[in-house]
C-alpha cells in the first residue's frame, strides 16, 4: 500500500525544495553534478564551472548544501549543482530534481582513482557502469539491480572525447561510501583483511577506477526515467602511486559540455522523427 505523503515528508520553503531551492522554471533539462573539491578548485565548483564556460549566467540558488547556476552552452540551456561529497549527499538533491523540477539528463563530472596500471593521472574515465558499493542506493533497490549509464550519454560523451583529442577510457567505476578503509586506505595502521584486499579484487575485475557518487546517480536515474552518466578525470592511480592533483579535470569539464550540445542536437532529431531513442542512421535527412 503506497504511503500518502504529508507535507512534512517534502518540506517547501517559499514554494520550493527546502534544501536545494531548485525550481522548474529556472533549471534545465541538462544538469551537471560536481562535488565541492578544495584540491581540484579554487572556489564553489559549480560557480567556477558556470563563469568559466557558460553564457548568460544566473545564479539559481544557494543553500549552503547545494549552489546552483544556470546558463547557456553554444545556446544549450544547462544547470550545474555543487553538492557535497558521497552518494548521501548527492541522494538529497536527486530526489528534489526528480520531483520538483523537469530535468531529465544527469551527469557527474568529477575526479576518481585509477586502479589499473595503464590508466594515467590526467586521463578520462567515462563510465559504462558502477559497482554499486554504496550504502544509498541499496536503500532503494537489492543490489541485484544495476547500476548502467544511459547509452546515449555514454555514446555523446565518447564522440565529444574524440573530436576534443583527449585520451580517455570506457568501463566500469566502483563507487563506494569509505574514503578510507573502503578503498584500501588505513586510519593509522587500522585494515581489516578485506580492506588490504580490496583494490587488487576489483582490480582483477576489471574495474578501472574508484570514487564515490556514481553509482548512486546512475540507479536512482535508471528507477526514475531519467537519462545519467558519469565522466572522471583520473588524479592518482593506487597501482603505481602516480599522483597528479587536478590532472585532467577541465578535459572533462569541456568533454561533458560538449556532450550536451550533441545530446541536444539528438534530442530535436527524435522529436522531429517522433523517435523514443536515438540510433545511427537517425541523422539521415535530419533537421538542419
Same mark, same amino acid.
Given at each position: 500500500?503506497?504511503?500518502?505523503?504529508?507535507?512534512?515528508?517534502?518540506?517547501?520553503?517559499?514554494?520550493?525544495?527546502?534544501?536545494?531551492?531548485?525550481?522548474?522554471?529556472?533549471?534545465?533539462?541538462?544538469?551537471?553534478?560536481?562535488?565541492?573539491?578544495?584540491?581540484?578548485?579554487?572556489?564553489?565548483?559549480?560557480?567556477?564551472?558556470?563563469?568559466?564556460?557558460?553564457?548568460?549566467?544566473?545564479?539559481?540558488?544557494?543553500?549552503?548544501?547545494?549552489?546552483?547556476?544556470?546558463?547557456?552552452?553554444?545556446?544549450?540551456?544547462?544547470?550545474?549543482?555543487?553538492?557535497?561529497?558521497?552518494?548521501?549527499?548527492?541522494?538529497?538533491?536527486?530526489?528534489?530534481?526528480?520531483?520538483?523540477?523537469?530535468?531529465?539528463?544527469?551527469? +557527474?563530472? %568529477?575526479?576518481?582513482? *585509477?586502479?589499473?596500471?595503464?590508466?594515467?593521472? /590526467? !586521463? #578520462?574515465? =567515462?563510465?559504462?557502469?558502477?559497482?554499486?558499493?554504496?550504502?544509498?542506493?541499496?536503500?532503494?533497490?537489492?543490489?541485484?539491480?544495476?547500476?548502467?549509464?544511459?547509452?546515449?550519454?555514454?555514446?555523446?560523451?565518447?564522440?565529444?572525447?574524440?573530436?576534443?583529442?583527449?585520451?580517455?577510457?570506457?568501463?566500469?567505476?566502483?563507487?563506494?561510501?569509505?574514503?578510507?578503509?573502503?578503498?584500501?586506505?588505513?586510519?593509522?595502521?587500522?585494515?581489516?583483511?578485506?580492506?588490504?584486499?580490496?583494490?587488487?579484487?576489483?582490480?582483477?575485475?576489471?574495474?578501472?577506477?574508484?570514487?564515490?557518487?556514481?553509482?548512486?546517480?546512475?540507479?536512482?536515474?535508471?528507477?526514475?526515467?531519467? +537519462?545519467? %552518466?558519469?565522466?572522471? *578525470?583520473?588524479?592518482?592511480?593506487?597501482?603505481? /602511486? !602516480? #599522483?597528479? =592533483?587536478?590532472?585532467?579535470?577541465?578535459?572533462?569539464?569541456?568533454?561533458?559540455?560538449?556532450?550536451?550540445?550533441?545530446?541536444?542536437?539528438?534530442?530535436?532529431?527524435?522529436?522531429?522523427?517522433?523517435?523514443?531513442?536515438?540510433?545511427?542512421?537517425?541523422?539521415?535527412?535530419?533537421?538542419?
Amino acid at each position: 500500500m503506497r504511503k500518502e505523503l504529508a507535507p512534512s515528508d517534502r518540506p517547501l520553503i517559499s514554494g520550493k525544495p527546502a534544501l536545494s531551492q531548485v525550481s522548474r522554471e529556472e533549471m534545465g533539462r541538462y544538469v551537471l553534478l560536481v562535488v565541492r573539491d578544495p584540491l581540484i578548485f579554487k572556489k564553489d565548483p559549480a560557480e567556477e564551472i558556470s563563469l568559466t564556460y557558460l553564457e548568460n549566467v544566473k545564479k539559481v540558488a544557494d543553500t549552503m548544501l547545494y549552489k546552483t547556476y544556470t546558463g547557456t552552452y553554444k545556446n544549450v540551456k544547462v544547470s550545474i549543482v555543487s553538492t557535497g561529497s558521497g552518494a548521501p549527499d548527492v541522494e538529497i538533491l536527486l530526489g528534489e530534481l526528480i520531483m520538483f523540477t523537469s530535468a531529465d539528463t544527469v551527469i +557527474r563530472v %568529477g575526479c576518481s582513482g *585509477a586502479i589499473q596500471e595503464y590508466i594515467k593521472p /590526467g !586521463e #578520462l574515465v =567515462i563510465v559504462s557502469a558502477a559497482v554499486r558499493d554504496d550504502g544509498a542506493s541499496a536503500e532503494y533497490v537489492s543490489k541485484s539491480f544495476p547500476s548502467v549509464a544511459n547509452y546515449e550519454v555514454l555514446i555523446s560523451m565518447i564522440e565529444a572525447a574524440e573530436k576534443l583529442g583527449v585520451k580517455y577510457h570506457v568501463g566500469i567505476t566502483r563507487s563506494n561510501d569509505s574514503f578510507w578503509v573502503g578503498q584500501g586506505r588505513p586510519i593509522k595502521e587500522y585494515l581489516q583483511c578485506e580492506h588490504e584486499k580490496i583494490i587488487e579484487y576489483w582490480k582483477r575485475a576489471g574495474v578501472l577506477c574508484v570514487e564515490r557518487e556514481t553509482s548512486l546517480i546512475l540507479t536512482l536515474a535508471n528507477l526514475f526515467n531519467l +537519462r545519467a %552518466g558519469s565522466i572522471l *578525470a583520473v588524479v592518482n592511480n593506487r597501482i603505481t /602511486g !602516480e #599522483l597528479n =592533483i587536478g590532472a585532467g579535470i577541465q578535459d572533462a569539464i569541456k568533454v561533458v559540455l560538449e556532450s550536451l550540445v550533441l545530446l541536444n542536437y539528438w534530442d530535436r532529431l527524435k522529436e522531429e522523427k517522433k523517435k523514443k531513442y536515438w540510433y545511427p542512421s537517425i541523422h539521415l535527412n535530419a533537421i538542419e
